[in-house]
């Protein structure tokens, strides 16, 4: 869903996001969602389909449950993100910090950290020092 390293550096993420391919993906992830809805796969390809079609609300919704049954840092800082684009600010502030306590000095890591930044939050980040 949100890789701020690859996203808008990656020709493919355009077309991945063009209306008819978002449609195709949201259809298939929809599919494979619905002949499988405890995989973790899949609740996490159907709610970044969801994001990409602008249903937040909905991405929300999965990736919280997907949280639940696997709390990876990589689902979790895509629910902070989801949280951040809702306006649901203090609620994407504490799943950052989560994020940053799962894998600490890590890339993703430095990208909660600069998403706590941004949101005018301290953060006591090394890139900020430099």
Request: glycine letters at 4%.
């Amino acid at each position: 869903m949100v890789n701020n390293v690859e996203l808008f550096s990656d020709a493919k993420a355009s077309k991945a996001l063009a209306p008819r391919s978002r449609e195709e993906g949201m259809k298939r992830a929809k599919a494979a969602y619905e002949a499988n809805p405890d995989s973790i796969e899949a609740i996490t390809a159907y709610a970044e389909a969801l994001f990409n079609s602008h249903q937040f609300e909905e991405s929300e919704k999965l990736l919280s449950r997907a949280c639940e049954l696997s709390p990876s840092p990589d689902i979790t800082y895509n629910l902070a993100f989801v949280y951040a684009v809702l306006g649901k600010e203090d609620k994407a502030k504490e799943i950052y910090r989560k994020v940053i306590s799962m894998v600490p000095g890590t890339s993703l890591s430095k990208s909660a950290e600069y998403e706590l930044w941004k949101m005018g939050e301290q953060v006591d980040a090394k890139w900020l020092k430099r």
